[in-house]
């Protein structure tokens, strides 16, 4: 098993206690790979955070070491990511564990990777709400949900609420406090589909 846990963002990024049920569930079966990138800090936090260190950890230095992974790998598990996308054209087999994008956007027919839908709802968003990236607003970072905002209010308000920012520096805040749809991931749910499709 294969896990692609980051993605360039805190909403599309595996959340640590998932990655360690994984970890736990399946060690004992199966050969654990993690692939991580020592340039993101959501990567270097997940790696201080694992609970077995005897996973295989891979931090490929390029593209193509990359590529080559996901070719070579036999089970991937993905949030929204590059990978994800890379793995459903070559025909890879795996789960995908979706958030805030819809698994029929990001998988467009491809019947290779299965997916474990979410169904986060609040008061102010409901999953999938199509987010990417946290986004400021009033001088914070968030999504709807944390700012307790629906996207029908946000357009009507008027540019100057919303700023650019560098929402980098508040990932690893997200990663630490995942946002509603992240935070709600069924596990039990998400084994039984890995053990209904490995």
């Given at each position: 098993?294969?896990?692609?846990?980051?993605s360039?963002?805190p909403?599309?990024?595996?959340p640590?206690?998932?990655?360690?049920?994984?970890?736990?569930?399946?060690?004992?079966?199966?050969?654990i790979?993690?692939?991580?990138?020592?340039?993101?800090?959501?990567?270097?936090?997940?790696?201080?955070?694992?609970?077995?260190?005897?996973?295989?950890?891979?931090?490929?230095?390029?593209?193509d070491?990359l590529?080559?992974?996901?070719?070579?790998?036999?089970?991937?598990?993905?949030p929204?990511?590059?990978?994800?996308?890379?793995?459903?054209i070559?025909?890879?087999?795996?789960?995908?564990?979706?958030?805030?994008?819809?698994?029929?956007?990001l998988?467009?027919?491809?019947?290779?990777?299965?997916?474990?839908?979410?169904?986060?709802?609040?008061?102010?968003?409901?999953?999938?709400?199509?987010?990417?990236?946290?986004?400021n607003?009033q001088?914070?970072?968030?999504?709807?949900?944390?700012?307790?905002?629906?996207?029908?209010?946000?357009?009507?308000?008027?540019n100057?609420?919303?700023?650019?920012?560098?929402?980098?520096?508040?990932?690893?805040?997200?990663?630490?406090k995942?946002?509603?749809?992240?935070?709600?991931?069924?596990?039990d749910?998400?084994?039984?589909?890995?053990?209904?499709?490995?």
């Amino acid at each position: 098993i294969t896990l692609f846990p980051i993605s360039k963002s805190p909403i599309r990024s595996l959340p640590i206690f998932l990655i360690n049920k994984i970890i736990s569930q399946y060690s004992n079966k199966y050969k654990i790979e993690i692939i991580l990138d020592e340039n993101s800090i959501i990567s270097n936090y997940i790696k201080d955070q694992l609970i077995q260190k005897s996973c295989k950890l891979i931090t490929p230095k390029t593209l193509d070491s990359l590529l080559r992974i996901i070719q070579n790998i036999e089970f991937g598990i993905f949030p929204d990511s590059g990978p994800l996308h890379v793995a459903k054209i070559l025909g890879k087999r795996g789960v995908l564990i979706s958030t805030s994008v819809s698994p029929a956007i990001l998988l467009n027919n491809f019947k290779n990777i299965e997916f474990l839908d979410n169904h986060y709802s609040s008061a102010n968003c409901s999953s999938p709400c199509g987010l990417t990236n946290i986004f400021n607003f009033q001088n914070k970072p968030g999504c709807f949900d944390t700012h307790e905002i629906g996207i029908e209010q946000l357009l009507k308000l008027n540019n100057n609420s919303l700023q650019r920012g560098n929402l980098k520096e508040n990932y690893l805040y997200f990663i630490k406090k995942p946002v509603g749809c992240v935070n709600n991931i069924n596990i039990d749910n998400l084994i039984n589909k890995i053990n209904n499709f490995i």
